[in-house]
């Protein structure tokens, strides 16, 4: 009988998702952990794998189809892709014949493959590493994504960050005389939850935005004169990023109202400090979050934002690294921004928004001088956060990035 490939249990919060790309087709030959298909969910995508080896028999949910936790996705044919008996020694032409007919052996190749996850499989294939050299802690010895991530985080945290860019797009054939062209691309499901998720922004909250700007001077001298010692002793990149997080846990200390939410009537104020740090995926925006952000060094930090950038990139963030946040830093400088007014990501009420660095002529004693200036924006809910929390929160980042010495001193 065949065996049913159903929808998993998708997390917390989760109750469907879009069925995105089989990556099996019906009649293949499938082995027992091998992902058939990814699920889009409004957090992450999820890979199903095959429970057994077999066949795969019909699909049931086509790419595109909404599914829900239980619900069939496929079926496997169970037999054809067993392990086969070893072949007995031929003794006679009958004997010969019943070994050509039985199945054949497993490869060797096949045989020594390690036990992998297929998220583990697949994060192995992307940065070219041989599975067999990742010590497996999951049940009978199992490499699972974890294994991996621990494997790859030396060489994940010391790789530079890497700078945006953009595919020129491919030249198309002139259209003909007076036609009017369209492309119809289906919304992945979580470019439709960020959507929504936007619009309930804008609906329930009082949002407002505040600006200041900020001298880079003494953070880009710093870098210059401790960035290849940092790299050497902690084997990461020393960046903007660990700077202007410490500022803000500092800001947030001082200011808790802008590290609450509400709910109902009464205000939570949280005396933990788990970071989410905007992240431009392929699939959309994400925010991974820096959990105990306060009590991580810089060159933690450092290593955290590498690594959760990294498995955006992969697609294999999890729902654990994407559950809670209590406030948001965005960096839309990457990508050139000089001034933009983030939305908050409910329901957090703070978010702090960076932007690119522009040489400009400001005013320092009586003198104009050049300078590498950013704008910064602080959006915040104004049902809980008066303005003027927000002007001295926002000037208490800048103080401390004017002045980095000063977050030492914090401890």
Do not use: C
């Not at 249990?9 to 952990?33: F, P």
């Not at 797009?169 to 439709?192: H, K, N, V, W, Y």
Request: no cysteine.
């Amino acid at each position: 009988m065949p065996a049913e490939v159903r929808v998993p249990v998708l997390g917390e919060s989760i109750v469907d998702a879009t069925v995105g790309a089989w990556l099996k087709h019906e009649g293949e030959q499938v082995e027992a952990g091998e992902a058939l298909v990814q699920l889009e969910t409004e957090k992450v995508n999820v890979d199903v794998a095959a429970d057994l080896a077999g066949v795969l028999g019909q699909i049931t949910a086509k790419e595109g189809e909404t599914v829900h936790p239980g619900d069939v996705l496929a079926t496997i044919d169970e037999g054809t892709g067993a392990p086969a008996a070893p072949a007995q020694p031929a003794t006679d032409n009958t004997a010969a014949s019943a070994g050509n007919a039985a199945a054949p052996p497993r490869a060797p190749e096949e045989a020594d493959r390690p036990h992998a996850s297929p998220v583990a499989r697949r994060m192995a294939e992307e940065h070219g590493l041989d599975l067999a050299s990742v010590e497996g802690t999951g049940t009978g010895g199992r490499v699972t994504r974890e294994d991996v991530e621990r494997h790859l985080q030396p060489a994940l945290a010391s790789r530079p960050p890497e700078q945006p860019h953009t595919t020129p797009p491919a030249p198309q054939a002139p259209a003909p005389d007076g036609a009017r062209l369209e492309t119809r691309i289906r919304m992945s499901r979580r470019r439709q939850t960020i959507g929504q998720r936007l619009l309930e922004a804008q609906r329930t909250a009082a949002m407002l935005t505040t600006f200041n700007e900020v001298d880079m001077s003494a953070i880009m001298a710093v870098r210059t004169r401790r960035r290849e010692a940092f790299q050497k002793r902690y084997g990461v990149g020393l960046g903007f990023m660990s700077f202007f997080t410490k500022a803000v846990i500092s800001a947030l200390m001082a200011f808790p109202n802008l590290n609450a939410e509400i709910r109902g009537d009464e205000i939570i104020q949280k005396r933990y400090y788990d970071i989410g740090i905007a992240v431009a995926a392929e699939g959309g925006l994400v925010v991974p979050i820096v959990r105990d952000a306060d009590h991580k060094t810089f060159a933690e930090i450092e290593r955290s934002i590498a690594l959760l950038a990294e498995k955006a990139r992969s697609n294999t963030l999890t729902l654990d690294d994407l559950r809670g946040g209590t406030f948001t830093i965005t960096n839309g400088g990457v990508f050139g921004s000089l001034m933009s007014t983030p939305i908050l990501s409910l329901p957090q009420v703070g978010i702090l928004g960076m932007h690119t660095i522009k040489q400009r002529p400001v005013a320092i004693d009586g003198q104009v001088v050049i300078r590498p200036m950013m704008y910064l924006a602080l959006t915040y809910d104004h049902r809980i956060v008066d303005g003027s929390e927000a002007v001295q929160f926002l000037v208490h980042i800048k103080d401390l990035i004017e002045d980095p010495t000063a977050l030492l001193l914090e401890g």
